[in-house]
């Protein structure tokens, strides 16, 4: 039963930061074709991509964050980071983290790619 547990979330004002942290366990597969992100959503709003990771390290961002969070991942890849800096009002959401054993060509900032997801962390900034 593969498990990520996300964390780091919490209340900020704006232009504050946090780090968010995703930690992958339970799962015993190689991970050379692993591919993971992080997706958001608030209250009334649809889920929509933040940032991802695939398996040859290609990292892309969704235009709202870019330049403001950076996203990494450690060198075993049991743990993805969401570094959030200058957060906004609007940034204010659950975030999911999401992986995908067989990455391959799927796309990386689309919810479907993804076949396992974490519970979330609550992300919230004010004026």
């Known amino acids: 039963q593969v498990h990520l547990r996300e964390s780091g979330g919490g209340s900020v004002q704006s232009g504050g930061s946090l780090r968010l942290s995703c930690v992958l366990s339970?799962?015993?597969?190689?991970?050379?074709?692993?591919?993971w992100g992080w997706f958001r959503q608030s209250p009334g709003k649809e889920r929509e991509a933040v940032a991802a990771?695939?398996?040859?390290?290609?990292?892309e961002y969704a235009d709202s964050v870019k330049g403001r969070f950076t996203l990494s991942q450690d060198s075993n890849k049991e743990t993805l980071y969401l570094q959030m800096n200058n957060l906004q009002p609007e940034d204010t959401a659950m975030y999911y983290c999401?992986?995908?054993?067989?990455?391959?060509?799927?796309?990386?900032?689309?919810?479907?790619?993804?076949?396992?997801w974490g519970q979330g962390t609550q992300v919230s900034v004010s004026l």
């Open positions: 990771i695939g398996s040859t390290e290609r990292t």
């Open positions: 339970e799962y015993e597969d190689t991970r050379y074709y692993l591919g």
């Open positions: 999401a992986m995908d054993p067989r990455m391959g060509g799927w796309p990386l900032l689309t919810s479907s790619s993804y076949k396992f």
